[in-house]
């Protein structure tokens, strides 16, 4: 078989979201599992929709999450360029090959025609399409009315009887009656190819063997086929990823909040899970682990494991995922990826030793790096107490515990986790307690909140001086 070719094509028209992030990943999982290339090609032919930035946001995207290319824009490789601006003189050629074959035609229709045709079929309740009307055109005739100056566009002449068949790896047999399959502009005004055909134009040039992408595509297939099949090209194998869900079902939008790669960074969740969440989103591996690397994943990857039914995006999960990594991954790195929350929130982390060990030790009661220095603020100031913590610890039982533990941590001689857990064992033996009468005054005291690290590791922390400090002050 020959060599596995895939490629990610996105049109630069706004911040990469996750849906955009799947695509790629499965791309690049793919190829990588079957010793193929990955191929980025950015579709910049709608110079109106092309938003400032979106290009850059994709490629650091791409690059902060691990899905190199092999061949693309500043890359190079055998088919550069990969950009489409700086493609445009090729697809022009193939649209007059179509004219040529008759699989296209010219279509000299004004805006304000097309509209009115739009409302009638609207209120016919009829699909939205073009009429037809240039298609009996003489190409003689046409030809003239170009050469004059006279406004047009190229439309591909989609057979209207009968339906498209064709294979899909994810929903195998897929039929879409032609009556459904608009006469597609290929060729604008402006004399810019649209994405149908220049995208089947370079899928056919960079010799991708594999198209993966969205569902919203698989309508436009039959289009992209009719192109292959009239230029006598081979098309590629057809694999449409599930739409992804919100979790009442409804299709993922900008409606319903910032999908963004950007905005989810942004509130703290790790590269490490939003691969691995993303990768969940229509896919499963054969075992059922949940947790997987971006490496584990190119070694299991199988389209055979693509679902075809949506995929919901289960925030929850995320959350649950995005606050393992948090926990298991290494502290440095968290706490390097933690850094710009706390600089934001106002901290000085500028004692290093310390801000390590305050992400350490809060880590683990959060799902989210922006939720970090809310959590760790103690380690800068312990809070004042609430009323209900003053109570708590104004109670009998409350004040043997400091008394207690005050005295035996004076008497200490080597401040380790391993003696001050001892201390805390024997406080709860000699004086019968424990649960909430135990360890909630020992939090408040050195903590302020009821929650919070384990003892004996935030008491290493803050070292047996400033331990007893904030014990004895809250003895009466
Ligand atoms: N440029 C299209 C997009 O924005 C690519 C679709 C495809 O992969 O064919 O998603």
Excluded at 277 to 288: E, I, Q, T
Excluded at 355 to 370: F, I, K, M, P
Excluded at 372 to 380: R, S, T, Y
Aim: hydrophobic share 40%; aromatic share 10%; proline share 4%.
């Amino acid at each position: 078989m020959s060599e596995v070719r895939v490629r990610f094509a996105p049109s630069p028209t706004g911040m990469l979201h996750l849906g955009g992030l799947r695509t790629a990943l499965y791309n690049f999982a793919f190829a990588r599992s079957q010793g193929g290339k990955f191929i980025l090609r950015l579709e910049d032919t709608d110079k109106k929709r092309t938003v400032e930035g979106a290009a850059e946001d994709l490629f650091n995207t791409l690059q902060l999450h691990g899905i190199k290319f092999d061949e693309g824009p500043g890359k190079g490789g055998k088919f550069k360029p990969y950009v489409q601006s700086q493609r445009l003189e090729i697809y022009n050629d193939y649209a007059m090959e179509l004219i040529e074959k008759g699989a296209a035609y010219y279509c000299f229709c004004s805006a304000k025609r097309l509209d009115e045709i739009r409302a009638v079929q609207r209120e016919n309740k009829e699909p939205i399409k073009y009429d037809g009307l240039c298609r009996a055109m003489d190409i003689e005739e046409a030809e003239k009315r170009v050469a004059a100056g006279e406004s047009y566009v190229i439309r591909l002449k989609m057979p209207q009887e009968g339906s498209f068949v064709f294979y899909d790896k994810v929903r195998d047999k897929v039929e879409i009656p032609a009556q459904q399959l608009d006469d597609q502009v290929i060729v604008k005004a402006d004399g810019f190819p649209t994405y149908h055909l220049a995208a089947t134009v370079d899928d056919h040039l960079m010799e991708i063997t594999h198209v993966l992408r969205g569902e919203e595509w698989l309508s436009s297939t039959p289009k992209h086929i009719f192109i292959y099949e009239s230029l006598g090209w081979k098309p590629p194998k057809w694999v449409h990823l599930p739409l992804i869900l919100n979790e009442d079902k409804s299709k993922l939008s900008k409606r319903h909040g910032d999908f963004s790669v950007a905005a989810f960074r942004k509130k703290g969740y790790l590269r490490e899970a939003l691969i691995n969440f993303v990768a969940l989103l229509g896919w499963h591996p054969k075992s059922d682990i949940e947790l997987f690397s971006l490496e584990e994943l190119c070694t299991g990857f199988s389209l055979k494991q693509i679902g075809k039914a949506g995929a919901v995006f289960d925030m929850t999960k995320l959350d649950w995922m995005n606050g393992q990594y948090l926990r298991n991954l290494d502290n440095t790195y968290i706490a390097a990826e933690a850094k710009l929350f706390f600089l934001e929130a106002g901290f000085d982390i500028s004692d290093n030793d310390h801000y390590q060990h305050a992400v350490n030790l809060t880590r683990n009661y959060v799902s989210r790096l922006e939720e970090l220095p809310e959590q760790a603020k103690v380690f800068w100031q312990i809070p004042e107490l609430s009323e209900e913590g003053i109570e708590i610890m104004a109670q009998e039982s409350s004040q043997s515990v400091c008394r207690y533990l005050v005295e035996e941590f004076t008497e200490l001689d080597e401040w380790t986790q391993e003696n001050v857990s001892d201390c805390v064992k024997s406080c709860m033996q000699d004086l019968e307690l424990k649960g909430k009468q135990l360890f909630f005054p020992i939090r408040l005291a050195l903590y302020g909140d009821t929650k919070g690290p384990d003892i004996p590791r935030l008491t290493e922390v803050w070292g047996k001086e400033k331990t007893i400090t904030n014990l004895k002050k809250w003895i009466k």
